[in-house]
Each structure stands twice: as C-alpha cells, then as structure tokens.
C-alpha cells in the first residue's frame, strides 16, 4: 500500500515479509525487511531508489497508483547494490529518457551492474537538481557502506534519503517509527549497524558532523530499509552517533561450542564468573546460535570470551566464522579471553588468542584449558577466568 510522507512525497516501496537471509552471504534478517523507494510529484516527477529486482512489478504497480511511470523525469540511485537497483531495468522500460542520477562513483558502479546506456547524471555534494516548488539536494556519502552511496535531501520537503544510513531490516505493518515496537525497532537498528556500518564508524562519525554542519532542517529521515523516522527523527542520528564511537556497555559475552559437553561446563563456569563479579553476560552455542544477533550482542558488550575443543589441531568448523566476522566488522575499545578442552594436542587456547589478536581484541586474562572432561580444579579455574574478565570490564 502507498504511503503519503507529505503532500507530493510518497513511500512506493515493498515490505518483504519472508524474506530471512540477505545477499548471497548470511546475513539473518529475523524480521523481514522492506526495500524503500520513494516518489515526489512536483512539476517533474523524481523517484529516488527501486526496490529488488523480483519486487519491481510492485514497485511499478505503486507508482502507478500515484502517476504514471512513463511521466518519471528523474530517477536517483543513491547506492548500485541490487536491493535498492534491482527494479532499474523496468523502471527504464517505462521512463527510458529519464535522468539517471548517481554519484561519481556510481557512474562506475551502475552501468558495472547493468550495462546498459541510459541517460546518466553524475552529482557530488552540493549539487541540486530543481523539481519545481522542491529541490534534491546530494550529499556523497562514500563506504557507507558502499564507494558509490549518497544520500539525497528534498529541500522544500525537509526529507532526508539516505539510503542504507539509518536503516533497520524490519518488516512491519505502518510506515512510520512512532509506529513500530520500540524494542524491536532499537534492536533492529543496532543489528544493521553491528553488522553492516560498524567497519566504516569512523567515517560514520564525520558524515554526520558534515551534515549537522550543513544546518539542513530534517522533518523526516527516510532509509532504504525498515521504518521511515517522523518522530524525533534526529533520534537515530544520535544513536549512530553513539554507535560510531563504539563506546561498549559493560557486560560480556561467551561465544563456544561443544563436542561431548566439556566446553560447555566450561563456559557455563566462566559465566559464573562474570556473574559473581555482578557483570551482565550471554552465553551463545555457535552451532545453535544466529551469528548476526551474537555480533550484535558482542557489538555492544565491553568483552567477549571464546572457547573450543580442539579438532584436527584446529578449532570447531561453527567457532572459527564468527571470529571471522569480528575481525572483518573492525569492531573496537573490546577485552577479550580464551577456554577450551582438548584430549591430546591442546591448542584451543592458542589459537583463540591469536585469532583474537588479530582482531585488535586485548587478552585480559590467562586462558584455561581442560583435558577430556573438565575437574573439579578445571571448573573453578573457569570461575575465577570469568571473575577476572568481570574485574577488566568494571575497570574498563
Ligand atoms: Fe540495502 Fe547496501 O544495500
């Protein structure tokens, strides 16, 4: 269903409901996603961004309902990622002579995607394209999360695009925040930004100077994703700001997996460490767990401690890819420490901390291991590793 933002401004975009993991790697989206694209109906027709490329019939079928798409004179790709391009080639189809507004780096990365000769604009910060009464104003905003990413103004409007920034894979019913379950809202948000735009924080925190700098009124903020910000819009702006300095809560998080139990006794022990020490702590078993929500957890918790059995000399296949993770996601200011159980060669605890290392993640204490099933000795080693970490956080 079209949503009116304001009087000439129309959300056209598409919820999907079922969908659970995003791009051709796992990103879990537990709650569905939506793909925004919006239209603004002034002297000239503008719409900035499409949808997935399976969703454009929809995204026509919208359109329509507000006028007709072969009457479009301008559509803006803010980011070449298919979620957002994939419904280009038919919005052409039908509008085959409209501008084609990208960034600089855009006019690599759209006709990279879709080879096709279109009537391409390229705009940097600054530039304005007039649509009568209202104006797109642009703003480059290169690695978040993408080269090619920009976010577009309607001046007149006081509506933010931004795109990816400040978004949520949320589905949801209504359009708007005030709409939505706060909790999951929040949660939403922090998942995206864990998980997507926590590698480019830094650049995340100068984007936003850059834009207070630019002392535009925001009525609105409306992403490419989740709900659109109508309320107290600057809200997520702030939170991003919060984000980006990556400042963690002072909580831990124990990331294992087991092979006959010992690592589990283990870990269980280690929380009860962290409890004793009266710090908040998950405990998450990576063969059970979804690893997008435990980076998101990890993502604001000051500590994270891993451990593992030994497995031809290695760690267990379901540990190893979210300590992958960790290291791509650049996540920072985090203390870290290692368990693990082993029958005959032993270097679970090694190799934690060197793949901790990696990551920039200090050890705090030293590692316990545990030969076959973990003693009586063993377990309260785990204990005391725990109240240890317990003490580094509450320092921190
Ligand atoms: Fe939502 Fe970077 O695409």
Same mark, same amino acid.
């Given at each position: 269903?079209? +949503?009116?933002? /304001?009087?000439? $401004?129309?959300?056209?975009? $598409?919820?999907?409901?079922?969908?659970?993991?995003?791009?051709?790697?796992?990103?879990?989206?537990?709650?569905?996603? /939506?793909?925004?694209?919006?239209?603004?109906?002034?002297?000239?027709?503008?719409?900035?961004?499409?949808?997935?490329?399976?969703?454009?019939?929809?995204?026509?079928?919208?359109?329509?309902?507000?006028?007709?798409?072969?009457?479009?004179?301008? $559509?803006?790709?803010? #980011?070449?990622?298919?979620?957002?391009?994939?419904?280009?080639?038919?919005?052409?189809?039908?509008?085959?002579?409209?501008?084609?507004?990208?960034?600089?780096?855009?006019?690599?990365?759209?006709? %990279? #995607?879709?080879?096709?000769?279109?009537?391409?604009?390229?705009?940097?910060? =600054?530039?304005?394209?007039?649509?009568?009464?209202?104006?797109?104003?642009?703003?480059?905003?290169?690695?978040?999360?993408?080269?090619?990413?920009?976010?577009?103004?309607?001046?007149?409007?006081?509506?933010?695009?931004?795109?990816?920034?400040?978004?949520?894979?949320?589905? /949801? %019913?209504?359009?708007?925040?005030?709409?939505?379950?706060?909790?999951?809202?929040?949660?939403?948000?922090?998942?995206?930004?864990?998980?997507?735009?926590?590698?480019?924080?830094?650049?995340?925190?100068?984007?936003?100077?850059?834009?207070?700098?630019?002392?535009?009124?925001?009525?609105?903020?409306? *992403?490419?994703?989740? $709900?659109?910000?109508? /309320?107290?819009?600057?809200?997520?702006?702030?939170?991003?700001?919060?984000?980006?300095? !990556?400042?963690?809560?002072?909580?831990?998080?124990?990331?294992?997996?087991?092979?006959?139990?010992?690592?589990?006794?283990?870990? +269980?022990?280690? %929380?009860?460490?962290?409890?004793?020490?009266?710090?908040?702590?998950?405990?998450?078993?990576?063969?059970?767990?979804?690893?997008?929500?435990?980076?998101?957890?990890?993502?604001?918790?000051?500590?994270?401690?891993? =451990?593992? *059995?030994?497995?031809?000399?290695?760690?267990?296949?379901?540990?190893?890819?979210?300590?992958?993770?960790?290291?791509?996601?650049?996540?920072?200011?985090?203390?870290?420490?290692?368990?693990?159980?082993?029958?005959?060669?032993?270097?679970?605890?090694?190799?934690?901390?060197?793949?901790?290392?990696?990551?920039?993640?200090?050890?705090?204490?030293? %590692?316990?291991?545990?030969?076959? !099933?973990?003693?009586?000795?063993?377990?309260?080693?785990?204990?005391?590793?725990?109240?240890?970490?317990?003490?580094?956080?509450?320092?921190?």
């Amino acid at each position: 269903m079209v +949503e009116k933002l /304001t009087d000439g $401004v129309y959300w056209v975009g $598409v919820v999907d409901w079922s969908i659970r993991h995003f791009h051709g790697y796992e990103l879990s989206v537990q709650r569905g996603t /939506t793909y925004n694209a919006y239209l603004v109906v002034d002297e000239k027709i503008a719409l900035i961004d499409t949808v997935w490329g399976p969703h454009r019939d929809k995204l026509i079928e919208n359109i329509r309902q507000v006028a007709d798409p072969s009457k479009i004179d301008v $559509v803006v790709v803010n #980011h070449s990622e298919p979620d957002h391009s994939g419904a280009l080639p038919l919005v052409m189809h039908w509008a085959p002579k409209a501008e084609v507004v990208v960034s600089k780096r855009g006019m690599e990365s759209v006709p %990279g #995607h879709y080879h096709e000769r279109w009537n391409f604009r390229a705009v940097g910060t =600054g530039d304005r394209i007039s649509l009568g009464r209202r104006e797109l104003v642009f703003v480059e905003a290169p690695m978040l999360h993408w080269p090619d990413s920009m976010f577009t103004y309607l001046a007149g409007a006081d509506i933010l695009m931004p795109n990816d920034a400040f978004g949520q894979h949320y589905a /949801t %019913g209504f359009r708007f925040n005030d709409q939505a379950d706060q909790n999951e809202l929040y949660y939403e948000a922090m998942k995206y930004y864990a998980n997507i735009l926590a590698p480019f924080s830094d650049r995340v925190a100068k984007k936003i100077s850059e834009l207070l700098d630019m002392k535009l009124p925001v009525k609105m903020i409306a *992403p490419s994703h989740g $709900v659109i910000w109508r /309320t107290e819009p600057m809200q997520i702006v702030e939170k991003y700001r919060g984000w980006a300095a !990556q400042t963690p809560e002072k909580r831990a998080v124990i990331i294992y997996d087991t092979m006959w139990e010992a690592t589990r006794m283990m870990a +269980e022990a280690v %929380g009860d460490g962290l409890a004793a020490g009266g710090v908040p702590h998950k405990i998450f078993r990576m063969a059970l767990s979804d690893r997008n929500d435990v980076l998101t957890e990890i993502f604001r918790a000051k500590a994270v401690v891993v =451990g593992s *059995p030994v497995i031809n000399g290695g760690l267990l296949p379901s540990v190893s890819p979210i300590l992958e993770d960790i290291e791509g996601l650049k996540f920072k200011n985090k203390i870290g420490a290692a368990f693990g159980s082993y029958g005959w060669s032993g270097e679970c605890v090694k190799l934690i901390e060197e793949r901790l290392t990696k990551c920039k993640i200090p050890i705090v204490a030293p %590692g316990v291991r545990a030969k076959w !099933q973990p003693k009586a000795e063993d377990l309260e080693a785990c204990r005391k590793l725990g109240a240890a970490v317990a003490a580094a956080v509450k320092g921190a």
